[in-house]
């Protein structure tokens, strides 16, 4: 069972970034995806969870407006586009796996992938 983000990098405020994350190990299907990132000296916060079942999507209020969280089924991976990029968005993007988004961003025994790095900065 294995997640790997990838798509980050340095954009300008107001830029966009694609985040993709690839699951392996089990199904979109069986396992809702959510969304995290942490910046220096801050603690790890929730942004988006999307839903096993329909694919529901689920947006915490730092990227209502912002951010949508999309997924491919046939390729097993979870998207995470950003838009309207600030300077204060920067951060390491992780994904993570657990059963439901019900309690998300309070996952207990949740699955991690390494992150990716975005950086906002003119």
């Known amino acids: 069972v294995q997640l790997v983000e990838s798509g980050g990098g340095v954009v300008q405020p107001g830029g966009s970034l694609r985040l993709s994350c690839a699951a392996s190990?089990?199904?979109?299907?069986?396992?809702?995806i959510g969304w995290f990132r942490q910046a220096p000296g801050k603690e790890r916060e929730g942004l988006s969870c999307?839903?096993?079942?329909?694919?529901?999507?689920y947006y915490l209020d730092p990227v209502k407006g912002r951010f949508t969280v999309s997924r491919d089924v046939a390729k097993n991976t979870v998207y995470l586009q950003m838009n309207s990029l600030k300077p204060e968005d920067t951060a390491v993007y992780y994904c993570?796996?657990?059963?439901?988004?019900?309690?998300?961003?309070?996952?207990?025994?949740?699955?991690w992938g390494q992150g990716t790095q975005v950086t906002v900065s003119s």
């Open positions: 190990g089990f199904t979109l299907e069986q396992n809702a």
């Open positions: 999307i839903s096993p079942d329909e694919g529901r999507e």
């Open positions: 993570s796996a657990d059963v439901a988004c019900g309690l998300f961003p309070y996952w207990k025994n949740n699955i």
